[in-house]
């Protein structure tokens, strides 16, 4: 994503469907993502569908609503709108194994 103006991030935080905004990234809500993915599969154009919403498609780089959507119509698809209301970021990854130390009781055996 470019790097965004003061202006256009002042007018992305005032849209009810964005959470927030990182260096990196916009998060838009679930509500919104369920939204445009499902206005999306009854036929209308991505940039449509975030100017239709209050999003201003000029702030981003060229197709990043079609990349958005692109995302999540598989989500979707495949968990339905609860794919949005969890939190999967970092699930993918392994965890360390947890080592727990064992405590050998010592017996003297005296003959």
Known sequence: M???????????????????????HVVFTPKFKIKAVELFLSGKAPDEI????????????????????KRWVPKYETSGKDAFNLETRGSGTPTKPVTIPTIVPSISITG
Do not use: M
Not at 50 to 69: K, Q
């Open 2 to 24: 470019q790097n965004l103006s003061k202006a256009h991030k002042k007018a992305l935080l005032e849209s009810p469907y964005v959470e927030k905004i990182t260096e990196s």
């Open 50 to 69: 975030f100017i239709s919403n209050g999003i201003d498609p000029s702030f981003f780089i060229p197709d990043f609503c079609r990349s958005c959507i």
